[in-house]
């Protein structure tokens, strides 16, 4: 059995871990609802600008600016991995990386794939199998849509002078702060909508389709990848407040363990002084 004095450091090193992961915890709390409030209120907006924008693209046809559109013969593709520039948050980011690694090797086999890493922890470790086409970290530091908006532009333009056939988003929607989905999206080309009764509405186009298609494609593309790192972001915040919660519940269950250890030996060396002085006295008794 460890001395007291082991005893004691354990317990002082556990108690300092507890402090830092509980610290931990209440800043990622923070953060998450200010993340969380900006994803809640931006999702509606946002996914029915893609609807639109599927069922409008099912209408398209080459002239009509259908760039983003054309389903080409897919032998180069690019996967946009949005992943976390720190750790300490479960399995947020190694669930990006596999999920980026299998759809690589199953999805897209003997093909060209490259890998558009944002966040430091997914390029980390995707850059040493993987072919890294662009790696983007400072993004994190001032999330805006503006800041986004250079990204999406540059993958747009990728696409349209055929750098890539096909581009896809790989990041961790948010569900709730224990609970994160991972998610495969289509970015480019445009996936038409399902055959259904909206998908075949009638629209009215003012003043004409080719003007709104102008405006409107960029601008969902855009959205969908501002939204896409803002889910992320948020989802990161939840999976890092869930995994410093347990860990300090854990720290916890460690310490009190170790103190009842503690107070044992405790116990037995007081009760071995006990013993030896009681000896002692009966020694010279007699």
Avoid: W
Wanted: aromatic share 6%.
């Amino acid at each position: 059995m460890a001395n007291l004095k082991e005893i004691r450091n354990r317990i002082s090193s556990i108690g300092s871990t507890m402090k830092i992961t509980s610290a931990m915890k209440m800043v990622s709390a923070a953060k998450l609802k200010k993340a969380q409030d900006a994803i809640v209120q931006m999702r509606p907006y946002s996914n029915k600008l893609t609807e639109l924008l599927q069922n409008l693209s099912a209408t398209l046809d080459s002239d009509d600016g259908g760039e983003f559109t054309q389903q080409r013969d897919i032998n180069k593709v690019l996967i946009v991995a949005i992943t976390s520039n720190r750790g300490l948050c479960g399995g947020f980011n190694s669930n990006v990386i596999k999920e980026v690694a299998r759809i690589a090797k199953n999805n897209y086999a003997g093909k060209d794939v490259s890998i558009f890493t944002i966040g430091k922890k997914g390029n980390d470790i995707l850059s040493k199998e993987h072919k890294i086409f662009k790696f983007e970290s400072d993004l994190y530091d001032d999330l805006t849509f503006e800041n986004t908006v250079v990204f999406a532009e540059a993958l747009m333009e990728e696409f349209t002078k055929g750098s890539f056939d096909h581009i896809e988003l790989v990041y961790n929607g948010f569900k709730n702060a224990a609970t994160q989905i991972v998610t495969q999206e289509q970015f480019l080309p445009i996936a038409a909508a399902e055959e259904t009764d909206e998908a075949s509405a009638d629209y009215i186009f003012e003043p004409n389709k080719e003007e709104i298609v102008k405006g409107l494609i960029p601008k969902a593309l855009k959205m969908q990848l501002y939204k896409g790192i803002r889910d992320s972001y948020a989802a990161e915040h939840g999976a890092r407040m869930t995994a410093m919660h347990k860990a300090t519940d854990n720290a916890t269950e460690l310490r009190d363990d170790l103190l009842l250890v503690y107070n044992k030996a405790r116990q037995a060396s007081i009760t071995n002084e006990i013993l030896e002085i009681v000896g002692g006295a009966e020694a010279l008794n007699n």
